[in-house]
């Protein structure tokens, strides 16, 4: 899981945003010129609404996937494989592309040529610099999985091939995060946030062609022993190709922002060093963050280290990688659609409040951020722990025991999912005012904290490793606003932290008597039972999750409103807004 106050690019462990008629009516607007409240709403709207397709993709492919290698040895080692280009990125120049450029880019767009010399110069920059590190890294695969797991013998040398399909990744997730900051800083969302769904798709295909030909994890069981190259392929291959796919797009909507971009090299004079005295700081965010996710990834890998290679189904009673991997997808999903959408049309409106050193300006957004976000991602959190269960099977593969698994881990995480959307955000304002320097300490406490609980998870048996690992994750999102709450209140003063209290003790109030209506729905459907109807199949879970979250959300909407919660208005008003004008004869 990436730490609190780092860009979510992909879920995981480390737990990875069109063009047409409004967005050219965006581009035209140009970086220089703010967006109206009623343009960034659509703008949130619009990101919102593809990050949702992105997600219900996403969660098509997490059941796909369960289906082909859920419950297996072979699964726990392709989840940590395919979290190392994650974390590597996130390591070497996530947070530099993600909360650093858009400040500088905007900057550069209030030049005479509309800041083309400095964004050239920064592609070609940034493009160079992936390609050797990405180059460098596949040479060292096999080190560097050795190094951050605890496989060895035939298991170490399935996720060295693993790895060697999968660490090119890294080139493209920068790809996509520097043509992302380009478009986003020029007022240019929806490609950004609808780009993930062509990724979804074709690993999706992958992994259906993978089931046709090697056949499902509950059918034809995999083992290490019986892997093949063409498994590899087919599993590895395709879900890089499909993180290709989601940067390459890019490069058409980059190319309608009209800014004449070219490869450019000589960057003296450019501006790009006040660039890299800011990344320095945010670089050793990142570093620290994920030098001590390496670890975690690390700990992780013990229960899937302690089985033999043929994966026999009394081994499957262990959780591993595959189990953290589904839950923290899960946990992180109202943050990526609600939170993260909010946040990255919010961070331009603050980059440019903290350059005019509107320091008013500045504390409202973000007030009315943190309420807007806490409206659904209390909810979020309350909702998960109920329907773990549901959840679970949906990507446990048909497999009971995976799916009790995953829902133990989720109900876990899903404790501190709201404190998660919080830290993302205070930690924006930060980046915002161009002050990486301050993250940096705030990481470091954070990193102390996540440490200490994750050795400690390490010294339980291998069986309750993994929930050991949620827990710690938990206790590091809860504790991880207090103490950025604590740096930013001396830095900006009050911002409304009792207004912002207040709304969130009524959202959680309306939340927990959803929660218990939802229990009692929940045990007519059998979740008290393993052999309840919920259990029997991903069509059972599904129709559960239905049931169950729709009577949740009914009720929660109901106590909303009876406790004359306005913010719930604020985050539906611009998606009916999207979705009336998608209507015949409402253009």
Not at 283 to 292: A, R, Y
Not at 486 to 500: H, V
Request: net charge positive.
């Amino acid at each position: 899981m990436p730490p609190s106050n780092a860009p979510v690019r992909r879920s995981g462990l480390g737990g990875g945003l069109e063009a047409g008629g409004a967005g050219a009516a965006a581009n035209t607007r140009g970086a220089g010129q703010p967006q109206t409240q009623a343009q960034a709403a659509r703008s949130s709207a619009s990101m919102a609404v593809g990050t949702l397709a992105s997600r219900i993709l996403g969660f098509i492919k997490g059941i796909v996937l369960g289906i082909a290698v859920a419950g297996t040895t072979v699964g726990d080692l392709f989840e940590s494989s395919n979290y190392l280009p994650n974390l590597i990125f996130m390591l070497l120049a996530g947070g530099v592309f993600n909360a650093v450029l858009i400040p500088q880019i905007i900057k550069a767009s209030k030049q005479p040529d509309k800041g083309t010399d400095f964004i050239s110069r920064l592609l070609t920059l940034g493009v160079t610099g992936l390609f050797v590190v990405t180059a460098l890294v596949v040479v060292l695969v096999a080190p560097i999985t050795s190094l951050s797991t605890t496989y060895s013998g035939s298991q170490l040398k399935l996720a060295i091939t693993f790895g060697m399909f999968l660490l090119p990744q890294i080139f493209f997730y920068g790809l996509y995060s520097l043509l992302g900051q380009v478009l986003n800083a020029h007022n240019a969302f929806k490609a950004y946030a609808w780009a993930p769904v062509l990724n979804n798709v074709v690993a999706i295909a992958g992994l259906l062609v993978f089931i046709a030909v090697a056949g499902s994890s509950a059918s034809t069981p995999h083992t290490v022993d019986n892997w093949t190259a063409g498994q590899s392929w087919l599993l590895a291959g395709t879900a890089t190709l499909g993180i290709v796919v989601q940067s390459v797009i890019l490069l058409i909507p980059v190319q309608r922002l009209g800014l004449g971009l070219r490869p450019k090299f000589g960057w003296r004079g450019t501006g790009l060093g006040a660039t890299a005295r800011i990344a320095g700081w945010t670089m050793g965010t990142m570093v620290i963050g994920n030098l001590s996710f390496i670890l975690i990834l690390k700990i992780a890998t013990i229960p899937t280290g302690s089985k033999p290679d043929s994966g026999t189904v009394a081994d499957s009673a262990i959780p591993g990688v595959y189990a953290l991997n589904r839950a923290v997808e899960l946990y992180i999903m109202p943050h990526s659609i609600i939170a993260l959408s909010i946040a990255t049309v919010m961070f331009t409106a603050m980059a440019r409040a903290a350059a005019a050193h509107d320091f008013s300006g500045l504390r409202s957004s973000l007030s009315r951020a943190l309420r807007t976000t806490g409206v659904a991602t209390v909810f979020a959190g309350v909702a998960l722990i109920v329907l773990s269960g549901p959840f679970g099977m949906l990507f446990g593969g048909n497999q009971e025991f995976a799916g009790r698994q995953i829902a133990i881990v989720l109900a876990i995480l899903a404790i501190g999912a709201p404190s998660y959307s919080i830290n993302f955000i205070l930690n924006r304002v930060l980046y915002a005012q161009e002050d990486a320097k301050t993250p940096f300490v705030i990481q470091c406490i954070m990193v102390c904290i996540g440490l200490g609980t994750a050795l400690l998870a390490a010294l339980l048996p291998a069986p309750f490793i993994i929930y050991g690992i949620a827990c710690s994750y938990t206790v590091s999102n809860i504790m991880g606003p207090v103490v950025s709450h604590l740096f930013l209140r001396a830095r900006l003063g009050d911002y409304g932290g009792g207004l912002i209290l207040q709304a969130h003790m009524r959202f959680l109030a309306a939340a927990l008597v959803s929660g218990l209506a939802g229990e009692f729905v929940l045990m007519l459907l059998g979740g008290q039972s393993a052999q309840g109807f919920m259990w029997h199949s991903i069509a059972a879970a599904v129709v559960t999750l239905a049931a169950v979250g729709c009577v949740m959300a009914a009720v929660y909407v109901v106590m909303l409103k009876l406790l004359h919660v306005h913010e719930l208005d604020d985050i539906l008003a611009p998606l009916r807004s999207k979705l009336l004008s998608r209507l015949p004869g409402r253009r």
